[in-house]
């Protein structure tokens, strides 16, 4: 096996030989010389292979992708038991005269609109997407564009600033840092709709005016948590654990979400303490952590121009966004901006600006 250069110096450091033999070969070859010598070379080598640990421990922390905020449906073996009979029981939610079957709510060419006077009409794009391959806008976004923890708040975006997410999209340009069901099925399936389409749907949810939607709630123990409908949701019975460094987001009803009530929105648990730091970080860049939020975001962080607004969004979508910037997996129109912003981030840094952020009114 090849020696190292560095050792490979130390020996000849050692031993006395090529060039290094005048350190060595004092008037009666200085042993206290050679063992000096040698034990800086080893302190050197020592520091350096430390410091390039430490360099990539923190890459790896820096771009890890936390399995909180890019939840994974786990897959489930395939039942080949007689297929249960359909479940065509009406389902309601309050405040809502409709009423829809399951079968009706899980049609992702026809979702159910429980609230039609809350919002415009919809565009076809929303309302039914286009068969067999876009789905309907609103069943993941819903109708009023409030979204998702496992995707995003569309309402009141700039409608341009749409139009270039899809095209970043199209173009391979926005990617994730992990791959979930709801990202895949944005390339796969509403990358194939039209710029007419395209349009129609950015022009109906910029017009759309976002409501509060999480609710933050410090804390240091939560439910114990797992994954149903691309979603962290309590276990029944499952008690409660440290929070460590998460958000958890989840329904604050489980069976409205279920039945994509747009008027039932969730909770965020957050770290004690985390909107707080948050604060700090988004209002004065954190003593060089990173830059001030309102330069390109607004005074009030409610957008500016075709700058999206960050107030009362998702943390976990916060948190998405500021790892696929830091990775370089996002890198559409106006990445370079945030490659600054994010570069010195950690997941911690990330943790406490998505809970801030999380708490504004929209």
Known sequence: MKMPKLWRVARAVATGHGRFRRWTHWPRRSALATCAALAVLCAFVAVAAARNQSEKTKAGQAHEAPSWAFVVEPRRPASHGPAKPADDAPRHVPGSR????????????????????????????????????VMACGYCHLPNGQGRPENASLAGLPAAYIVQQMADFKDGLRKSSKITGPISAMVTHETLANKQEIQAAAKY???LKPKPWIRVVETRTVPRMHVA?????????????????????????LERTEMRDDASGFIAYAPVGSIRKGKALVTTGGGGTTLPCDACHGPDLRGNGNVPT?????????????????????????SELMEPVTAK???DDMVSIAAYLASLHP
């Open 98 to 133: 409709a009423a829809f079957t399951l079968r009706q709510i899980n049609d992702g060419f026809n979702p159910p609109d429980w609230h039609p006077g809350g919002h415009p009409p919809m565009p076809e794009v929303v309302a039914h997407g286009r068969k067999p391959r």
């Open 205 to 207: 949810f910029s017009r």
């Open 229 to 253: 409908g691309w979603m962290l949701v309590p276990v029944a019975g499952g008690g409660r654990v440290p929070i460590g460094r998460r958000i958890i987001e989840t329904p604050v009803n």
């Open 310 to 334: 960050i107030a009362g969004r998702s943390p976990s979508y916060i948190v998405r966004q500021l790892c696929d910037f830091q990775s370089g997996a996002r890198a559409g129109a106006g």
């Open 345 to 347: 981030l950690t997941v």
